[in-house]
């Protein structure tokens, strides 16, 4: 099998682009060199890993990265970036590099820091949590971020903390002299009863290629609430892995909103476990897709302990020779009574040559619970169009009308006003809104 | 205003219509009746541009254009409307915010200013009290969950809210308890002048106690094989059809 052995080069060569890579902090050298053992037994995942039967990544990176460089020097970030006008905490990130010019952080009352500064200054609560919770053995980028990465966000709320400046976290890379490879990590920890709004944007210059490997462990405490945003709306020289390994508690509250608007690949991994009662989650994702944009979202929702509600509402519109790819998982385990989980995925496909796999996969260990799933997957409604034709409006605007109603019900899941109207304005000219 | 001559189409390979003829003035009422199959829907599809139905001959004119020539928004620009048998729900989109966009991408096309918000609203309270529609239903998304009654009334409000020269009422009976029929007819009746006119598509004779017709055609097999005056459509009430039926196969 030639594919094979070409993956087994492309993986040897990705190790020793970690093993480059594999930065030195002496808290964490064991847990790195752990993590590069596994993902060289891992290896990259190839045409048979189930997990990415649909998403050919490793095939591009192979046809667009070359692992024997290392990251050209960054000249300048984009113009306009920032969402503007909301009063948050800023912080900046140039090929995964820390950018302390372009960060602002104005709430006094939480820690929030890099994560190699919260190393230096706070190594116990930072190596008590890190690595703990997203497992380098359950997929090969989650090991070869855990080996090298480079920074990332560390956010410490203190209990009874309600953060009304959002945190955000601008990744951008400078891909204006070659390509770049970015790995960070971010460690949010969440303390009893507090809550915080944080967002991740992803942005980018140049015109070569850059791959952004980002994990997320977030830990929420007892009655806290975790509200994690993420705009996904680089150019199509953007490739990105994003696992989110969300930690949750008793009578705690996770809203996590992907809003997938262009790149050329991105997978993103949610994982929320339930470990405790009386817990709400809701998983919101949104993906715009077209050109040849390949956007995958793998989630998983485990419910570990009885009472405890979870539901995930992702929706896509696929136009050119774009590719959808949902996977959700619901585990309920065996004590995990009374839980009510509900998923949909809802995908409207505009061309002939835009595709999307969509696959409901739940696991039910206990009796007495509720769960459902459904997806759905078509062209727009016909007759919907007929009607609103024959009211006078033109075919174009009656599709539009129709496009933006479809998304419009993830847009009115979005709580904080200003990150609703962004994306508003985004979607609305995307979907061509002129009425 | 409406004149059809010999109107043949199908779909698929199915021919439907079988060389229609008929010419509806300004101020009328016509009744189109006949049996289930006999195409009366297909008739009222084929008037509004729906595209499954392929026209494969004759003529339609309404004053002065060739509506067969024209996409189905421009026909409802020029002033056709077609009531529908099954209103469609679109979750998401406001029957306001629909009504909208419709009745100012209408003004554009004639030339006429849109109506701003306030206007816009002036207008349709008048429009609502006039149809007997719950305004708050109005707000809702289009249709969805919207009882039978509730659906053909907000056929009829937006037929209000447009003001078409020809409408075309597609069953709009089906399914209607008799105090949702009076006040859908009543609505009808109210919209009535003398220079604009109605074509009622229905299978049975009962609306037409409310709807009084000028004319009464029967369609059966792609055909109008009797037209008449109102008095036809009690005849037919009290023999049945499968007295047009008789009557044809011996003829």
Same mark, same amino acid.
């Given at each position: 099998m030639?594919?094979?052995?070409v993956?087994?080069?492309?993986s040897?060569?990705?190790?020793l682009?970690?093993?480059r890579?594999?930065?030195?902090?002496?808290?964490?050298n064991?847990?790195?060199?752990?993590?590069l053992?596994?993902?060289?037994?891992?290896g990259?995942?190839?045409?048979?890993?189930?997990?990415?039967?649909?998403?050919?990544?490793?095939r591009?990176?192979?046809?667009?990265?070359d692992?024997?460089?290392?990251?050209?020097?960054?000249?300048?970030?984009?113009?306009?970036?920032?969402?503007?006008?909301?009063?948050?905490?800023?912080?900046v990130?140039?090929?995964?590099?820390?950018?302390?010019?372009?960060?602002s952080?104005?709430?006094?009352?939480?820690?929030?820091?890099?994560?190699?500064?919260?190393?230096?200054?706070?190594?116990?609560?930072?190596?008590?949590?890190?690595?703990?919770?997203a497992?380098i053995?359950?997929?090969?980028?989650?090991?070869?971020?855990?080996?090298s990465?480079?920074?990332?966000?560390?956010?410490?709320?203190?209990?009874?903390?309600?953060?009304?400046k959002?945190?955000?976290?601008?990744?951008?890379?400078?891909?204006?002299?070659?390509?770049?490879i970015?790995?960070?990590?971010n460690?949010?920890?969440?303390?009893?009863?507090?809550?915080?709004?944080?967002?991740?944007?992803?942005?980018?210059?140049?015109?070569?290629?850059?791959?952004?490997?980002?994990?997320?462990?977030?830990?929420?405490?007892?009655?806290?609430?975790?509200?994690?945003?993420?705009?996904q709306?680089?150019?199509?020289?953007?490739?990105?892995?994003n696992?989110?390994?969300?930690?949750?508690?008793?009578?705690s509250?996770?809203?996590?909103?992907?809003?997938?608007?262009?790149?050329?690949?991105?997978?993103?991994?949610?994982?929320?476990?339930?470990d405790?009662?009386?817990?709400?989650?809701h998983?919101?994702?949104?993906?715009?897709l077209?050109?040849?944009?390949?956007?995958?979202n793998?989630?998983?929702?485990d419910?570990?302990?009885?009472n405890?509600?979870?539901?995930?509402?992702?929706?896509?519109?696929?136009?050119?020779?774009?590719?959808?790819?949902?996977?959700?998982?619901?585990?309920?385990?065996?004590?995990?009574?009374?839980?009510n989980?509900?998923?949909?995925n809802?995908?409207?496909?505009?061309?002939?040559?835009?595709?999307?796999?969509?696959?409901?996969?739940?696991?039910?260990?206990a009796?007495?619970?509720k769960?459902?799933?459904?997806?759905?997957?078509?062209?727009?409604?016909?007759?919907?169009?007929?009607?609103?034709q024959?009211?006078?409006?033109?075919?174009?605007?009656?599709?539009?009308?129709?496009?933006?109603?479809?998304?419009?019900?993830?847009l009115?899941?979005?709580?904080?006003p200003?990150?609703?109207?962004y994306l508003n304005?985004?979607?609305?000219?995307?979907?061509h809104?002129?009425? | 205003m409406?004149s059809?001559?010999?109107?043949?189409a199908?779909?698929?390979?199915?021919?439907?219509?079988?060389?229609?003829?008929?010419t509806?003035?300004?101020?009328?009422?016509?009744?189109?009746m006949?049996?289930?199959?006999?195409?009366?829907?297909?008739?009222?599809?084929?008037?509004?541009?729906?595209e499954?139905?392929?026209?494969?001959?004759?003529?339609?004119?309404?004053?002065?254009?060739?509506?067969?020539e024209?996409?189905?928004?421009?026909?409802?620009r020029?002033g056709?409307?077609?009531?529908f048998?099954?209103?469609?729900?679109?979750?998401?989109?406001?029957?306001?915010?629909?009504?909208?966009?419709?009745?100012?991408?209408?003004?554009?096309y004639?030339?006429?200013?849109?109506?701003?918000?306030?206007?816009?609203?002036?207008?349709?309270?008048?429009?609502?009290?006039?149809? &007997?529609? /719950?305004?708050? %239903?109005?707000?809702?998304? *289009?249709?969805?969950?919207?009882? $039978?009654?509730? !659906?053909? @009334?907000?056929?009829?409000?937006?037929?209000?809210?447009?003001?078409?020269?020809?409408?075309?009422l597609? &069953?709009? /009976?089906?399914? %209607?308890d008799?105090?949702? *029929?009076r006040?859908?007819?009543? $609505?009808?009746? !109210?919209? @009535?002048?003398?220079n604009?006119?109605?074509?009622v598509?229905?299978?049975?004779q009962?609306?037409?106690?409310?709807?009084?017709?000028?004319?009464?055609?029967v369609?059966?097999?792609?055909?109008?094989v009797?037209?008449?005056?109102?008095?036809?459509?009690l005849e037919?009430?009290?023999?049945?059809?499968?007295?047009?039926k008789?009557?044809?196969?011996v003829?």
């Amino acid at each position: 099998m030639s594919l094979t052995t070409v993956d087994k080069t492309k993986s040897e060569e990705v190790a020793l682009w970690i093993d480059r890579h594999l930065s030195s902090s002496p808290a964490l050298n064991d847990i790195r060199k752990n993590a590069l053992t596994e993902f060289k037994k891992l290896g990259l995942p190839n045409s048979k890993s189930e997990e990415y039967k649909h998403t050919p990544i490793t095939r591009a990176l192979e046809k667009n990265f070359d692992f024997s460089l290392s990251n050209a020097s960054s000249k300048g970030i984009p113009q306009a970036y920032k969402i503007e006008g909301i009063d948050a905490n800023v912080l900046v990130f140039i090929n995964g590099i820390f950018s302390k010019e372009n960060s602002s952080i104005a709430s006094s009352e939480i820690t929030v820091s890099t994560l190699a500064d919260a190393i230096v200054k706070n190594e116990s609560i930072v190596t008590n949590h890190i690595t703990k919770y997203a497992d380098i053995k359950a997929d090969p980028f989650t090991a070869w971020n855990t080996a090298s990465w480079t920074n990332g966000v560390f956010i410490n709320i203190p209990d009874k903390t309600i953060l009304e400046k959002p945190i955000l976290i601008y990744h951008i890379n400078d891909a204006t002299a070659g390509q770049v490879i970015a790995v960070s990590r971010n460690l949010f920890i969440v303390g009893k009863s507090s809550e915080v709004t944080v967002l991740e944007k992803f942005d980018s210059v140049g015109s070569e290629n850059h791959f952004t490997n980002i994990v997320t462990e977030a830990v929420v405490n007892e009655n806290a609430g975790l509200n994690f945003y993420s705009i996904q709306n680089d150019n199509s020289k953007h490739f990105q892995y994003n696992l989110k390994q969300v930690q949750q508690t008793n009578s705690s509250r996770v809203n996590t909103y992907t809003f997938t608007l262009d790149g050329k690949l991105i997978r993103n991994n949610i994982q929320l476990v339930l470990d405790g009662e009386n817990i709400e989650s809701h998983m919101y994702g949104l993906y715009l897709l077209t050109g040849e944009t390949l956007a995958d979202n793998h989630t998983v929702v485990d419910h570990k302990k009885p009472n405890s509600f979870s539901n995930e509402l992702y929706k896509g519109i696929m136009d050119g020779n774009s590719k959808g790819v949902f996977n959700g998982k619901i585990f309920v385990r065996p004590q995990a009574q009374k839980t009510n989980a509900f998923q949909a995925n809802r995908n409207v496909l505009l061309t002939n040559t835009a595709t999307v796999n969509t696959k409901p996969q739940l696991e039910i260990w206990a009796d007495d619970v509720k769960c459902s799933h459904g997806c759905t997957s078509g062209q727009l409604d016909e007759e919907a169009l007929f009607y609103l034709q024959s009211r006078g409006i033109k075919k174009e605007t009656a599709r539009a009308m129709m496009l933006y109603a479809f998304a419009g019900e993830l847009l009115e899941s979005v709580k904080h006003p200003v990150i609703k109207d962004y994306l508003n304005n985004i979607i609305s000219e995307r979907l061509h809104k002129n009425f | 205003m409406l004149s059809i001559k010999n109107l043949h189409a199908k779909i698929g390979d199915k021919e439907i219509l079988k060389g229609i003829n008929l010419t509806v003035k300004a101020g009328e009422v016509h009744a189109i009746m006949g049996p289930n199959g006999s195409g009366k829907s297909t008739l009222a599809s084929v008037l509004a541009g729906r595209e499954e139905y392929e026209v494969t001959g004759g003529e339609v004119d309404f004053d002065g254009k060739n509506l067969l020539e024209l996409d189905p928004e421009n026909r409802a620009r020029e002033g056709v409307f077609l009531a529908f048998q099954y209103p469609v729900e679109i979750p998401g989109v406001s029957t306001i915010n629909f009504m909208k966009t419709a009745v100012n991408q209408i003004r554009e096309y004639r030339g006429q200013q849109p109506l701003d918000a306030v206007s816009f609203l002036s207008v349709m309270k008048e429009k609502v009290k006039l149809v &007997e529609i /719950d305004q708050s %239903l109005l707000n809702r998304s *289009l249709n969805e969950g919207f009882s $039978g009654g509730e !659906k053909k @009334r907000n056929e009829i409000f937006q037929m209000a809210m447009l003001e078409p020269k020809l409408a075309i009422l597609d &069953e709009t /009976d089906s399914g %209607l308890d008799i105090d949702a *029929l009076r006040i859908v007819a009543n $609505g009808v009746n !109210k919209l @009535r002048t003398k220079n604009n006119a109605t074509i009622v598509v229905t299978h049975y004779q009962r609306l037409l106690d409310y709807i009084v017709p000028d004319f009464v055609h029967v369609l059966y097999k792609g055909k109008i094989v009797k037209s008449g005056g109102k008095e036809l459509a009690l005849e037919l009430e009290a023999k049945g059809y499968d007295w047009i039926k008789d009557e044809m196969e011996v003829a």
